[in-house]
RNA sequence: GCGUCGGUGCCCGAGCGGCCUAAGGGAACGGUUUGCAAAACCGUACAGUCGCGGGUUCAAAUCCCGCCCGGCGCUCCA
């Protein structure tokens, strides 16, 4: 692997192996959950499940890390809103946000640690777990002279300890100051008006957990240090999360942990925003689309589909015309499987069994990776498969060897990105011609045979017979109908007719 | 104001010093095919040259400078 990224600390493109080689390690930041998720979390998800996809199908070992933000201001004010608990509050959310990351077939990440669970250390003790809880983190931070007390108020992090802040977000504390003048809620008893809080006193009502300086409860960006080193290790490799992160909240993680001596994230990556229809999508304009709302327009093969189109670092403009865009190239793709799988079934292929002689083409597969190497350009890589599909349907349905070649390749393709969620090696490994092409088919969305209902056979039957009869305005009203009931048709001069 | 990313055809969107007579998707138009369609394939117009103005270079959409415009960030937002 040969893999180029931008590294928003550096500010550029730079080359990136992994620390062990064959591992990779991300910690990407997830949703604080007290409400639905909208796009930007699907955008910000997606993202970092192509690449942990893409790494792993090119032979790295990778654990994804993306936490849960189950304890802040947001969810406090909410609870207190519907008159719930705060625990209730962010299950329900939490459960909701992984139904619908499931829904866009995103893959669970291989863990996700909640925030109420690295308060405190571990039963056993911290060094015993190698996993330290927020307070014993803090703990440190406050006896090495990085973070103070403010009786009453919390514990805040003092930034002129730590001399590289700024760096992430590129620029100057004193720039910071300036430009957060008006912004920055004052705080009496802060240094700086960069400090923040590591930890707040809870008030009357508010969940707390007990501490060596006050009740009270974390501040948020103590967690991710906590959740990202505890179950990564010092010097993991990435660290993710949606663009407008960056700062505070990335900068102010760095600050902690690196006060602590810690190497931290190897690397720093950031996904793009998404605007709604030309407008960035924002609380203040009140356009937040659902994804419920959303997957009732689009297959999540087709959403997936329009974002790769998209390089993750641009913004994603996301309306109408984008949407039916990405379902026309699903269609495409599909119709392709399904006119290769006709071919093998026509043609009895379908007992040959072409298990040895699959080959990834290298002519698309060796540009897909460079594609995909060069700071993960899914656009790129998408053409590719667009290429490959033009080249496939050109090539007909004589040589079988050939289309079995095609579809092992827009299989592999296919399964990088996540469009298709099977594993090509397991799925793949003994089978057939029809088997794949009916197999990648199905999985974007396409139909079985002969599942249709009493009611549309009636009709399939009846327009039989008026074409028999050449009675074709018979037969063209009821194609129209059989369409608007979602079955299309496709004659045939020699071949039967089918019905998709 | 400061930081950062960007401004490419009708729309979306790649390319980031020569392979650009600018990828790919969508929409449009014409052809092959079809009873007619659909799908597929082929072709065409779209980018009088890549926001504008300078510069560097044998060579720039690609590098540099300035300007204009937009997104994001500037204390709790993915």
Redesign the pocket.
Known sequence: MNLKLYDTLV??VVDFQPAKAGEVSIYA????VY?VP????A??AITYDVISRYLEWAGNKVCLVSNI?DI???IIARAAEEKTTELELAERYLKIYNEQMAALKIRPPDRQPRATEYVTDPKGGAAKNKRQGMISIITELVDGGAAYIIEGLGVYFD?TKYSDYGRL???TPK??E???QG???PVEGKK??????LW?AAKKGEPEWEAPWMPGRP??HIECVAMSLGELGDGFDIHG?????????HENERAEACSLGKQFARHWVH?????IN?E???KSQNNFVNINQMLETISPEAFRL?LL???Y?????I?D??L???T??I??IK??TR?VRNSAAHQNLDEIKFTQDATPLEEYIKPFREAME??F?T??A??L???L??DA??AGGSDEQRLLNFMVTLSEMLTALGIVTESPAAKFSATSLFEISNALNLSLGGASHSKFSDEIKELIKKREDA?AESD??T??QL?DELLSLGV??????DAPTEYI
Request: proline share 5%; glycine share 10%; with cysteine.
């Open positions: 500010g550029k930041c997830g949703p604080t409400d909208h796009l930007g979390h955008r910000t933000t802040d201001d947001k930034v977000v590129h620029r720039d910071l300036e430009s957060g912004r920055i809620e700086n008006p960069l400090d923040f809080a707040k501040g948020w999360g949606g663009s407008d992160l960056i700062f505070p909240h996904s793009g925003m998404v605007n030309g960035k999508m924002a329009a189109q998209t390089h670092r641009s913004i994603l403009e309306d015309d984008t039916a865009a990405a026309a190239g269609s495409r119709e392709m006119l060069n700071d350009s656009p790129a998408v053409a498969i667009f290429d599909v033009r349907n050109k074409r074709y305005e037969s063209d194609r299309q048709i496709q004659d045939h001069p």
